[in-house]
Nanobody, 114 residues
């Protein structure tokens, strides 16, 4: 059974930091690139970050470049999103995704507000 389980979301003040985690199971994690997406209320889903299967290459949306860092641990079957200098416009549900197989997690809410 395929599972992607996100954690680490919450309420944070502007300028703060959060680290999201995603635990993968049910597929050969190390073979696949992984993504983080987000969706804010009333807005389209946005691809935030991508990491290749080995972790050797990453890519980011312009809106988060320089503030967010995606990483992975293939031994632990985990993918992470380190978020710094958070802004209110980063408020969204964040999803861990295997794009090739179309697997999505249930999402974790991030709210940036004072």
């Amino acid at each position: 059974q395929v599972q992607l389980v996100e954690s680490g979301g919450g309420l944070v003040q502007p300028g703060g930091s959060l680290r999201l985690s995603c635990a993968a199971s049910g597929f050969t994690f190390s073979r696949y690139s992984m993504n983080w997406y987000r969706q804010a209320p009333g807005k389209e889903r946005e691809l935030v970050a991508t990491i290749t299967s080995t972790g050797g290459s990453t890519d980011y949306a312009d809106s988060v470049k320089g503030r967010f860092t995606i990483s992975r641990d293939n031994a632990k079957k985990m993918v992470y999103l380190e978020m710094k200098s958070l802004k209110p416009e980063d408020t969204a549900v964040y999803y861990c995704v295997n794009p090739l197989r179309g697997y999505w997690g249930q999402g974790t809410q991030v709210t940036v507000s004072s």
